[in-house]
């Protein structure tokens, strides 16, 4: 594919994602470090396009080495326990000055407006404001954290107005008292509280590194909640660049988030990767399955019609009407990822005759691998045993050897139930199998 096709082929893919997007709040949050790094400019330009894509944003940064930075030029002690920063009056002095500092940095890039550049036409508006109400932790085991705080209260009405107005939001993580004293939170914290009131569609966390099992080293693509918190407690020595995000994960979608995606802030275009392509580029935290198999629905028509058309047009399945598919949804079972159709199957079962037919066995081009077609076909199994069916039959012309791999075995014509010999197309000239599960 020329450079051209495949910039067509990606915009027309992203274009979905487009449409989703638009009117919806996003919060990012995004630590101290990214601020500092040479690429953080990069990170800049993807939030000036998702803004003019129609993307309510909500931006929270961290200061954690711009706060380190500042207290050993006073020749201070940066002090923490059990990961939280003990803020003295004088940490509270260089947490002042860091987060003023590092909100002018980043409301100057956003307001880059150049011609020839990223930035190119973007005349975004940037709103800060005291929207965190913050209280103090106060002694915990012993320890007097002094001014670290943690947030009482969210304006999400404030936040909501300025994002009425087209603005862009920037939140640093800091908070005030109602007698008028300031906290230093963090920013994980912050981003959570923020999205959980807003009732964001979602919260976008960028991490210092991959969020990977430890166990083998590979990067983990997407896990429920309950299956993150597993994680967590299987795996205690992980680090806190990863095991701060998943916490935060975790409360979101318990609080009503329905997705929270975690991306190495290292890899560039991570956020447009993520967004605006079908599988991504980071790690997502969901209440539910990202990816789920369960039985059609009329909805699932169009779907299943796109996946099998293809393999209707190389013969490899037989043509199927969207009529007759409407009339048999109820034995047809979809695996569905993020809105798209992946994967199908049917069961026509004969329940008088203790028999079922197995159909329309598919799974997307692009989804091939990852065990789909396995995982469909026990789920067929289960069905059977449900219905009391003792026998499943297979035609079949080009995919024989994957139903024999799997138990089938060669039949012929003749050992089909009567009304299956009724079906059978000889200009096809399937092939027949046949696997005993009773």
Request: one cysteine or more; proline letters at 4%.
């Amino acid at each position: 594919m020329n450079t051209q096709n495949a910039f067509v082929s990606w915009f027309r893919d992203s274009s979905p994602y487009i449409h989703a997007h638009r009117n919806l709040t996003f919060v990012i949050s995004f630590g101290g470090e990214a601020v500092l790094a040479d690429d953080f400019a990069h990170h800049v330009h993807d939030f000036a396009l998702l803004h003019s894509l129609g993307i309510r944003l909500v931006l929270v940064h961290g200061i954690r080495p711009q706060i380190d930075q500042r207290l050993a030029k006073l020749d201070a002690p940066a002090r923490f326990h059990n990961n939280l920063r003990i803020t003295d009056e004088l940490a509270l002095q260089c947490v002042k000055e860091a987060a003023g500092l590092v909100r002018v940095e980043i409301e100057a890039l956003l307001s880059m407006g150049l011609a020839n550049s990223p930035m190119a036409g973007a005349k975004i508006k940037v709103a800060s404001g005291n929207f965190v109400t913050a209280k103090p932790i106060g002694v915990i085991d012993g320890i007097d954290y002094d001014h670290t705080g943690a947030v009482r209260r969210i304006d999400s009405v404030a936040i909501h107005q300025q994002l009425d107005q087209n603005n862009v939001v920037l939140i640093s993580p800091i908070g005030y008292s109602p007698s008028g004293e300031v906290f230093n939170l963090s920013a994980e914290q912050v981003a959570t509280a923020v999205s959980i009131a807003l009732k964001a569609e979602k919260l976008v966390l960028l991490t210092e590194q991959n969020c990977c099992n430890p166990d083998n080293g590979e990067q983990l693509q997407q896990m429920t909640t309950a299956e993150a918190e597993a994680f967590l407690q299987q795996h205690p020595e992980l680090s806190t660049d990863i095991s701060l995000p998943l916490k935060a994960a975790i409360q979101s979608c318990q609080a009503g988030i329905d997705r929270v995606h975690l991306l190495n802030r290292r890899t560039d275009g991570a956020l447009l990767l993520e967004l605006f392509s079908r599988d991504g580029i980071g790690t997502l935290i969901s209440s539910t399955a990202y990816e789920e198999l369960r039985p059609a629905t009329l909805n699932d028509i169009g779907g299943i019609l796109e996946l099998i058309k293809p393999l209707e047009q190389q013969g490899k399945l037989a043509k199927r009407s969207r009529e007759k598919i409407e009339m048999e949804i109820a034995d047809y079972i979809v695996i569905e990822r993020d809105g798209l159709i992946i994967g199908c199957t049917a069961l026509h079962p004969d329940v008088e005759g203790h028999f079922g037919a197995i159909a329309c066995l598919a799974v997307h081009p692009e989804y091939l691998g990852a065990h789909r077609g396995n995982r469909m076909l026990e789920y067929v199994y289960r069905r059977a045993a449900a219905l009391k069916l003792n026998t499943l039959f297979v035609l079949s012309t080009q995919t024989m050897h994957w139903f024999i791999e799997r138990g089938f075995l060669s039949a012929v014509l003749s050992d089909l139930p009567e009304r299956l010999r009724a079906l059978y197309n000889p200009q096809r000239n399937s092939k027949v199998l046949c696997k005993k599960i009773g």
